[in-house]
């Protein structure tokens, strides 16, 4: 476990005039590195080499390290690179997705910008559950077997990739009948009926608010507000039911991109309790909280009540909507404000505040 005086040992051979932000090459990297350019950081980009491409088109990054795969970033000599660079991580979708949360807490001897224990908070349905319930929030019911099924459900497998080998149903019958089809067609194998999560299913729209949590201000801003298009979900309204019913389609739900969204306004006194009342839990579980950005990922039903499904406590890609800004930032910041730029900003104010050790975990 890497432990705050870890880290502190490592800051205190840092050159601080000279920090610079560093990230994976994927996800919401542009985002961070023109947020850390526009505060004046120098930026450092850990890349496979397909993608280095993107950093030529857009020249927002100063040192580019080449590598084959994203998991070298446990190797030492990579660490001791970014460390000389006096590397500042910023964490996103591809480290928990490429890294073990083991391995990001215990292994990756750079400071990182965020909350490495809440890490484990977040790694498994039940523990998120337990946090979000917690801060007091309105999550979908769970069933504990198919047998109890009296409404419409979600199935969701753990581990699963974009809604892959998901599934509705409304009864216990539809359960074991959908089970057994999806076995059938190699989705799904029979061990996994004992690992599959029952949730109810929220009939409304998805709506991703993103948050920025600021240690030094001791605030939660909200700062985007997001929808996903996902394939092949946003796509199956386009083919007639009867057409539907004879593909035999399954819903999966591989991000391809976002959409802005700008919400009704009596939504957002909610969303922003809820935001508050999630750090303010996450306080207790983890002390400080939330570092920076995370990410709710909601349903809203025709009755306005809103369900939390999921949490992320990192930047989500959906704040790329934002890069510029978005309505939620101006009507605090103004102009060109956006969460890489936010988090840029608080590491600036920290290094300034002589507290980079409060941001750094
Ligand atoms: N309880 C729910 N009610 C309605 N839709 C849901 C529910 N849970 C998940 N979904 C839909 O399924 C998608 C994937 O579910 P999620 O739990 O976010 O899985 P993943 O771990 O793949 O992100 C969501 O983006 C959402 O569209
Ligand atoms: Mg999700």
Request: with cysteine.
């Amino acid at each position: 476990m890497i432990t705050s005086k870890d880290i502190a040992k490592i800051l205190e051979k840092y050159d601080q005039k000279k920090l610079a932000i560093g990230t994976l090459g994927s996800h919401s990297s542009l985002n961070i590195f023109k947020g850390a350019k526009e505060e004046g950081f120098r930026t450092v980009c850990v890349c496979k080499e397909k993608d280095a491409i993107m950093y030529k088109k857009y020249p927002l990054v100063d040192e580019l390290i080449i590598v084959k795969d994203f998991t070298e970033l446990l190797n030492e000599a990579l660490q001791e690179k970014l460390r000389k660079l006096n590397v500042i991580l910023v964490p996103h979708g591809s480290f928990t997705a490429y890294l073990s949360t083991e391995e990001l807490t215990d292994s990756l001897f750079v400071p990182m910008f965020g909350n490495r224990q809440l890490l484990h908070w977040e790694a498994n349905r039940k523990s998120q559950e337990e946090w979000l319930r917690q801060a007091g929030l309105r999550l979908p019911a769970t069933f504990k077997t198919p047998e109890d099924i009296d409404r419409l459900i979600i199935a969701k497998l753990p581990g699963a990739k974009g809604g892959r080998g998901y599934f509705l149903a409304n009864s216990p019958k539809s359960f074991h009948q959908k089970f057994d089809s999806m076995v059938k067609r190699g989705l799904l194998t029979k061990d996994d009926l004992g690992k599959i999560h029952l949730q109810e299913y929220a009939l409304g729209v998805n709506v991703y608010p993103s948050y920025f949590s600021s240690i030094l201000n001791d605030d939660v801003e909200l700062l985007c507000v997001d929808r996903r298009y996902e394939s092949a979900v946003d796509s199956i309204g386009k083919i007639p039911a009867s057409e539907q019913l004879e593909i035999d389609v399954n819903p999966t739900y591989t991000i391809v991109g976002n959409f802005p969204i700008v919400l009704r306004e009596s939504l957002l006194p909610e969303l922003m309790r809820m935001g508050d009342n999630v750090h303010k839990k996450a306080k207790e579980l983890a002390p400080p909280g939330i570092i920076g950005p995370f990410c709710l990922e909601t349903v809203i039903t025709d009755d306005l009540k809103i369900f939390t499904f999921e949490i992320s406590a990192r930047i989500v890609a959906g704040t790329n909507v934002g890069i510029g800004t978005s309505p939620y930032a101006y009507l605090k910041y103004g102009e060109n404000m956006y969460m890489g730029r936010r988090i840029a900003m608080e590491i600036k104010e920290a290094r300034e505040q002589k507290r980079l050790q409060d941001i750094l975990a």
